[in-house]
Every structure is written in structure tokens, then in C-alpha cells.
């Protein structure tokens, strides 16, 4: 696994030495591919259960909401869980809150965006993931202008 | 071409019960039909009149699809039903014969087969349960080949030939053994087909199949006239004597077909001897009996001679059966369709599919089109969205919903309150399963979307829930292959019908049979 953050400098090249930084760095890069990889999967499998269980039953359950995306919401949680690995292992190193806080923040925003992308990206382009019937929610931004002309 | 002529009241309501299975795709390509009838006001008939009309309509428009592929034949080039009667407007018996005309000698014959009163009676509401004077009237139907002021014998005998010609012709007669112009209309019928001067040559091609309606329903003059209704005891069928007119036809077709004088190719008996009470008339617009389920048993089997004219020689019988559920009643099922030619699964599925597609129109896409909010976001149907919306002539546009409107009319008004009436409230037909409907009723309105799949099974049984949900995710899948030439609302109800082929055959129309 490779180094992702190796952007993110060492606040205190005094007390923390090159290795142990880079240590960090390995380890925060293991935490965040790790957490977004789980929230990933998490939110695909959520969604797609959520998708089946959403019925058609009457006419007026076509303009529901789509609640299934709701679920990348969950990014947030796989976030929370990054930060706190972080801090965890920060800690460790690091005396001064600020730092430790504000490299956590980092990791939340990032496993939580990357997660929330990947899965979003991930269900409009995998079709299976979401039931034939709702086949243009969850990129309806692309399919509400005028259909092009199709034959079969 | 298939030819279906239909005699009487029960014979048009034969019809309405054949028109239905051609609507749901069992029915030929093309069928040549027209009632023959001398009480022209009688109630069934209007019934069938308006059917026939309602029929042509959607034929039209989705008659290039799996519903209403059957192009009638109304003679003439006409659109209505056409109506043929020996008795020419409000003549009496003796005028049908031209009794003044007669000589002496023939006018002796005349008064020895008939009583005065019958000579004397009104022909305005038909024979009157009298077949002898049906028969009669009809007999004379050669005099009727080149009428100038009626061509329509002239007609049926030159499509007869060019059928011939081309193939086998198949004519089908349908019509009552125990009433008046039914149970005197088939044999005459048959001798007029099979006379020589009809067809020139190839007569032998000519396949003729009779389907004679035994009693199948009842009705009391005296209640009638206890509960102040007009009764006319002296002349107009009794449901007592109906019994012994069965009798006597069955008794008189065996005669013929043991001195090889039948002329028929096939004679299917149908009736139920359970039969219904239904409410008096001796004719006219009152005499408008619901729809039974025998006549659903007679177009079945029309449609099978149809499609196995190769049943030679033989009498059919069908009807329903006592079953352990029910001790001293009858019951139909799936299984007491008369079926040699016709698969009797293809029959029950296509009438599955149907159902299902009606249902599906009238409870969740009739409602759901007009909405607004769909014109907004079509992406929320995605079939809607690829193929219709935003596209002139679009199911949105104007002369789409004209189109889709006699669909709606059909199954609304027709297809559904007919079954209705065949699905009896006694719960002797178990061909459906009736939990699709809401308690009160079989049209628009009453349709149960969260027991949709229900209709998949007989009635009776517990079905497992089966809803709109997974019919709707059917019309998704298979919008792909819909007609991408057919027009709009032909489209639309090709996704609908291949939507329910799925569904039936994903649930239930793979399953042994019972």
C-alpha cells in the first residue's frame, strides 16, 4: 500500500522524527483507503436492499422521493470512523490538540467525499445495483431533457 | 376466413363471448360473423351490437399487436353487426309464409303442421320458443340467396366460394336448441350451406360445426306475474318446456347423423344443469340475460373447431362438474374448456395476460398518464421516458389518449363487467380468483394493485400476494422490444400484454397443470 499523504506535512519536525511521521502517514493512508472501502461497500449494499424493498404499488408511489440515496449519507459515518482512527494513532505522536484535530478533520472530509463519490459513481454506472424500475433516479439529472431516439 | 353466424338471443351472446377471447388473442386472423335473429330489438343482441362496435374500435388501433388481432368481417364492408331476419318488420306468422298467396292445397299443408294462433302470432319478438315456426321461416332462406332488397346471403355464398377456393372454410352456427330462432336456425343453416347451388365447387372444403346451448338458465312467468311484471302465458317460451326441446333436437341430430343427412362436421353440446334464474321476458329489449359462463364454454369451443376443423363427424359435449367442494352444484375450471385444437394452457394464459393487462391499464396507467408531475419528470417511468414522452404523438398528446380511450372503454365498460357476470356470485366459476377485485365490482376502480397476481389463480384458493409492484418492473424490462414503428398507444399496450406474458409466466404460467 502506498504512501497517500505523503502531502500532509509534518507539523513538528522536532519531537517527530522523518520515520515516524512517514509511519503515520503509511498508516492514516491504510485507515482512509480501508474506511472508504467499507463505507463504499456499506452504502452499495444498503442502497441496493433499500432500492428492492421500494414498491410500485399505486400510481402515486412513482413521484416518491428516492430515499435509497439516502444512504450515501453514510459516507459521513465511514468519515467519522476515519478521524477517529486517525486521532487514535495521532495521538500517539502528537501532543497539541489543534494538530490532532485538524488532521483528523482532513481524514473525515476526505474518507467521507472519497466514499460518497466512489459509491455515487459506482450505482449510476453499475445498472445491477439499482432495480430496472428505477433505472434513471439516481442520475435523473442526465435523463429529464428529451429522450434521444431509440430503436430496438 | 372463419365464418361465425349466431342465431337468437343466445346465439348473440355466444358472439359476445367469442368476441372477447378474440380481444384476448385466441381468435382467428379474421372472422366473418352476423347474427341471425327476428326479434332485432331483443336486449342481448343491442349488447352485442354495441360489443361488436366497441371491438372494431380498438381492433383498429391495437389490432397489430397480441390483443384484438382478429379483423372482423362484418359483410358489406359494414362496421355494425349485421342483423339478417326471415320476418320482414312486424309481419305475422302467416305472412312469412305468404300463407295468402298459397293455393289451397299448400295453404291445407300450412294449417295442418300449425294452429291458427300460431299462424295469427306477431313476429315483432321473434319465434317465441317456437322452433317449428322458426324452422319454417328459415327453411325458406334459398329464396333469400339473391334477394335484391337484402344481398347478404348473396354475399356469405360468394365469400363462401372464394374461401373454398382459396381452402378449407370453416362455418360455425351457434345457437340454442330449447328457445325459438336458435333451436330452428341450425339445421335450416346447414342444408342451405350444403345445398349444391351454394357453393359451385369445392364444397367439400366446407367445414361446418354447430355449438347447440342447452338450457343453461330458467325463468318463472307466474313470479313474473306475482310480482306485477306483463306476461304473455299464451305464446311465449316457457323455461318448463326447455327441457323437452332439448330433448327433442338431441333426439332429432342423432336421427340425422345415424341417416347420414347431419351436414355437420362437428355438433358441440354445452349447458349446465344447474341452470340460473334469470328475470322473465318473451322478448324485446327486456330480454337481456347476463352473461353465463356456458356461453363462454360455446366460444371456446368455436374457436377450437376454428383452429381443429379436422374433428370429423362427432358430437361434442361440455359443461361443468360436481366437485367434493361444492356437493350439488357445478363447478367449471380450467380444465372443462372444450380444447382438442387449442392448447388449454395457451388459452388459460392468454386469457391471464389479458386480465392482467387490463388491470394494470385501468388501476395504475390510466391513472397515472394524466398526471402532471410525470410530464415533468418522465424518467420516473423509464419506458415512458425512452419512447413517449416529449414526442409528438407522445402518450401525453392528444391523439394518443383518443386512442388509448376505446382500450380504457373496453375494458371498463365490456371486458370486465362481462367477466363479471361469468364469474357468478355463487362461486361455482373458479376460473379466476376474484381477490384481485375489490368487493362490488370488476371495472375501473375496483381493481386491487396489491392482489394483481391473484387473478393468476382459480378461485377458492388462498393466492399468494402478488402485487402491482413486480408487474410494473416487468413493463421496464420489456419496453426494450415494444413495436418501435407501432404507433403510441399500440405500443404502449404491446408493453403492457408482453409485460403480463412475463409476469404469467414467471408465476404461474409454467406450473403443471392442475
Known amino acids: 500500500m502506498g504512501n497517500f499523504f505523503e502531502w500532509l506535512n509534518n507539523p513538528d519536525t522536532v519531537t517527530i522524527d522523518y520515520r515516524t511521521w512517514e509511519r503515520f502517514q503509511i498508516n492514516l493512508s491504510l485507515i482512509v483507503v480501508g474506511a472508504v472501502a467499507a463505507t463504499v461497500m456499506a452504502i452499495l449494499v444498503c442502497y441496493a436492499i433499500h432500492a428492492r424493498r421500494l414498491k410500485i404499488l399505486a400510481p402515486g408511489d412513482i413521484f416518491r422521493r428516492y430515499t435509497p440515496l439516502r444512504w450515501l449519507f453514510l459516507a459521513i459515518a465511514g468519515g467519522i470512523m476515519a478521524a477517529i482512527l486517525c486521532a487514535v494513532q495521532l495521538s500517539a505522536i502528537v501532543s497539541g490538540l489543534s494538530t490532532l484535530a485538524a488532521i483528523s478533520i482532513e481524514a473525515f472530509f476526505l474518507t467521507s467525499m472519497v466514499a460518497a463519490l466512489a459509491a455515487y459513481a459506482l450505482l449510476v454506472i453499475v445498472g445491477p445495483l439499482t432495480p430496472a424500475r428505477f433505472r434513471y433516479r439516481p442520475a435523473w439529472y442526465l435523463h429529464s431533457g428529451r429522450p434521444e431516439t431509440r430503436q430496438s | ?514
Not at chain 2, 430 to 436: P, S
Not at chain 2, 479 to 506: D, T, W
Open chain 2, 1 to 514: 376466413m372463419d365464418t361465425l353466424i349466431c342465431a337468437g338471443g343466445s346465439g348473440a351472446r355466444v358472439l359476445e363471448s367469442v368476441l372477447h377471447l378474440c380481444a384476448v388473442g385466441l381468435g382467428p386472423p379474421r372472422l366473418r360473423t352476423f347474427v341471425i335473429d327476428s326479434d332485432g330489438t331483443n336486449g342481448s343482441l343491442d349488447r352485442t351490437t354495441n360489443l361488436v362496435g366497441a371491438y372494431v374500435a380498438c381492433q383498429k388501433i391495437f389490432g397489430k399487436g397480441p390483443f384484438f388481432r382478429t379483423e372482423l368481417d362484418l359483410l358489406e364492408g359494414s362496421q355494425k353487426l349485421r342483423v339478417w331476419s326471415p320476418v320482414v318488420g312486424k309481419q305475422h306468422f302467416r305472412d312469412v309464409l305468404n300463407y295468402d298467396g298459397l293455393s289451397p292445397q299448400q295453404r291445407e299443408i300450412v294449417e295442418l303442421l300449425f294452429t291458427d294462433d300460431e299462424l295469427k302470432m306477431p313476429m315483432d319478438v321473434g319465434f317465441r320458443g317456437h322452433p317449428a315456426l322458426g324452422a319454417a321461416a328459415l327453411s325458406l332462406l334459398p329464396l333469400f340467396r339473391n334477394d335484391p332488397k337484402d344481398p347478404l346471403w348473396n354475399q356469405v355464398a360468394t365469400d363462401l366460394q372464394q374461401d373454398v377456393t382459396n381452402g378449407e372454410a370453416h362455418v360455425v352456427i351457434a345457437g340454442s336448441v330449447f328457445g325459438g330462432t336458435g333451436a330452428s336456425a341450425i339445421y335450416p343453416l346447414v342444408r342451405f350451406l350444403r345445398s349444391p347451388d351454394l357453393l359451385a365447387h369445392n364444397s367439400e372444403k366446407l367445414k361446418i360445426g354447430a355449438i347447440a346451448l342447452a338450457p343453461y338458465f330458467q325463468f318463472s312467468a307466474a313470479d313474473a306475474q306475482a310480482r306485477g311484471a306483463q306476461v304473455d302465458p299464451g305464446q311465449a317460451a316457457r323455461s318448463e318446456e326447455f327441457p323437452l326441446a332439448s330433448r327433442s333436437a338431441a333426439e332429432f341430430y342423432d336421427y340425422l347423423l345415424k341417416h347420414n343427412d347431419w351436414g355437420l362436421n362437428a355438433m358441440y353440446w354445452v349447458g349446465d344443469d344447474d341452470p340460473v334464474d334469470v328475470a322473465y321476458s318473451w322478448g324485446g329489449s327486456a330480454q337481456n340475460n347476463p352473461a353465463h359462463f356456458v356461453e363462454l364454454l360455446s366460444a371456446v369451443a368455436c374457436l377450437d373447431f376454428f383452429r381443429a376443423p379436422s374433428i370429423r363427424g362427432t358430437f361434442y359435449y361440455s359443461g361443468p362438474r360436481q366437485f367434493a367442494a361444492m356437493p350439488g352444484k357445478n363447478m367449471l375450471t380450467w380444465a372443462d374448456l372444450p380444447l382438442s385444437g387449442l392448447d388449454r394452457k395457451e388459452v388459460r394464459n392468454a386469457i391471464h395476460c389479458f386480465h392482467l393487462a387490463g388491470m394494470a391499464h385501468l388501476g395504475f396507467f390510466s391513472r397515472l398518464f394524466p398526471d402532471s408531475r410525470l410530464t415533468d419528470r418522465p424518467y420516473l417511468v423509464p419506458w415512458y421516458r425512452d419512447y413517449f414522452a416529449n414526442r409528438p404523438g407522445g402518450l401525453n398528446s392528444d391523439a394518443a389518449k383518443e386512442a388509448i380511450k376505446p382500450l380504457t372503454d373496453y375494458f371498463s365498460n365490456r371486458y370486465f363487467p362481462w367477466w363479471g357476470q361469468i364469474q357468478d356470485d355463487d362461486g361455482r366459476v373458479r376460473l379466476l380468483n376474484r381477490t384481485a377485485w375489490a368487493e362490488g365490482g370488476t371495472g375501473e376502480g375496483y381493481v386491487q394493485l396489491s392482489q394483481i397476481g391473484a387473478v393468476l389463480f382459480e378461485d377458492g384458493t388462498s393466492p399468494p400476494k402478488q402485487d402491482m409492484d413486480s408487474f410494473f418492473d416487468w413493463t421496464v424490462k420489456v419496453a426494450k422490444n415494444s413495436p418501435a414503428n407501432a404507433e403510441p398507444a399500440s405500443r404502449y399496450v404491446s408493453i403492457l400484454a408482453s409485460a403480463a406474458a412475463r409476469f404469467v409466466g414467471a408465476r404461474h404460467g409454467d406450473r403443471a397443470e392442475e
